[in-house]
């Protein structure tokens, strides 16, 4: 069964810091590796996914992969106090049952 | 913008009940996927669809059953609902290929 881990459980950065948010899985199999972002009381909206190793940008988001590793992480660049949210980590399979499972999510608050 | 309606939004019931938590999609998205959110844990699957008439069993089944009786609508129930089971439910659709998935707005469960 997939095992995924997110760490830190929580950050709090400064307005205009870098922030980095890590994901391992267990299933070496894992073809699709996404970022979810969930403000408070809302629900889970995808921020960006990745496929192959190495690393995607989207404006002040890069998300990095390394499969050997079993790693992949978020990085934020320039945190801005409405990036403050749960951040969770999702992992599947790209064949056979399209199970996303999650991680128990990185907590961020960007203070001003 | 993929739509996706859980039904009710809150719902208070009694040890023993049954409870049925509904979702609607309107993305004409082959599956659907029921999870649970608490804190320290993240989303757990319960139960996913590949499409009308099938269900599967998620990571925690146990204590719930699924019901998917058309590609629009997809039905969580609870046939002996239980404390345990006070959580914040959230209903997702996807196309089947390893893309992002769509969350409803959640439903907030408290068995007493």
């Known amino acids: 069964q997939q095992k995924v881990q997110q760490s830190p459980e929580s950050l709090i950065v400064p307005e205009g810091a870098m922030t980095s948010l890590n994901c391992t899985f267990s299933?070496?199999?894992?073809?699709?590796f996404a970022w979810y972002r969930q403000h408070s009381g809302k629900a889970p909206k995808a921020l960006m996914s990745?496929?192959?190793?190495g690393e995607k940008e989207e404006g002040r988001f890069t998300i990095h992969l390394n499969k050997a590793s079993l790693h992949f992480s978020l990085h934020i660049r320039d945190s801005q106090p409405s990036d403050s949210a749960l951040y969770l980590c999702?992992?599947?399979?790209?064949?056979?049952?399209?199970?996303?499972?999650f991680g128990a999510g990185t907590r961020l608050k960007v203070i001003a | 913008e993929a739509a996706v309606t859980q039904s009710p939004r809150n719902k208070v019931a009694v040890t023993g009940g049954k409870v049925t938590l509904s979702c609607n999609q309107t993305n004409n998205h082959n599956n659907m996927y029921w999870y649970r959110q608490d804190t320290g844990h993240g989303l757990r699957l319960i139960h996913y669809s590949y499409g009308a008439g099938s269900t599967e069993k998620g990571d925690i089944p146990d204590g719930y059953k699924a019901s998917r009786p058309s590609q629009e609508n997809f039905s969580l129930i609870l046939e002996l609902a239980t404390p345990s089971q006070t959580s914040v439910y959230f209903c997702?659709?996807?196309?089947?290929?390893?893309?992002?998935?769509?969350f409803g707005k959640g439903t907030r469960l408290t068995v007493v």
């Open positions: 299933d070496s199999a894992s073809q699709y």
């Open positions: 997702a659709s996807g196309t089947g290929v390893a893309t992002e998935v769509f």
């Open positions: 999702a992992v599947s399979r790209n064949t056979g049952n399209y199970k996303y499972v």
């Open positions: 990745i496929f192959s190793n």
